[in-house]
Nanobody, 125 residues
Framework: RVQLVESGGGSVQAGGSLRLSCAASEYTVSRGCMGWFRQTPGKEREKVAALYSGSGSTYYADSVKGRFAMSVDNAKNTLYLEMNSLKPEDSAMFYC??????????????????WGQGTQVTVSS
């Protein structure tokens, strides 16, 4: 069965950087559509970034454009989210997700069938 394991979360000061990793099994990252979501208590899980590796098509939320970037390591079958210039409002539980739909980067969280357990990101001011 598909498994996604996130890592790389932690605590950082505003302006700092973190890189989240999402290691996949039974799912080929280099051919798939995957995304990163975040959620804070009492709020909806929001899509932060998504990538369809087949075409290189991406989505970034306006709030993270220019600061966050996704990449893929095919050999490790891993998706990354590089987060720079972090702000306190970026603090959240971050989740990796994978879809069987190629256009998932344009769609909402309902199109993502597989989810990781989450990794906490805390940015202090």
């Amino acid at each position: 069965r598909v498994q996604l394991v996130e890592s790389g979360g932690g605590s950082v000061q505003a302006g700092g950087s973190l890189r989240l990793s999402c290691a996949a099994s039974e799912y080929t990252v280099s051919r798939g559509c995957m995304g990163w979501f975040r959620q804070t208590p009492g709020k909806e899980r929001e899509k932060v970034a998504a990538l369809y590796s087949g075409s290189g098509s991406t989505y970034y939320a306006d709030s993270v454009k220019g600061r966050f970037a996704m990449s893929v390591d095919n050999a490790k079958n891993t998706l990354y989210l590089e987060m720079n210039s972090l702000k306190p409002e970026d603090s959240a539980m971050f989740y990796c997700a994978a879809s069987r739909i190629a256009a998932c980067y344009m769609l909402d969280k309902a199109s993502f069938a597989y989810w990781g357990q989450g990794t906490q990101v805390t940015v202090s001011s």
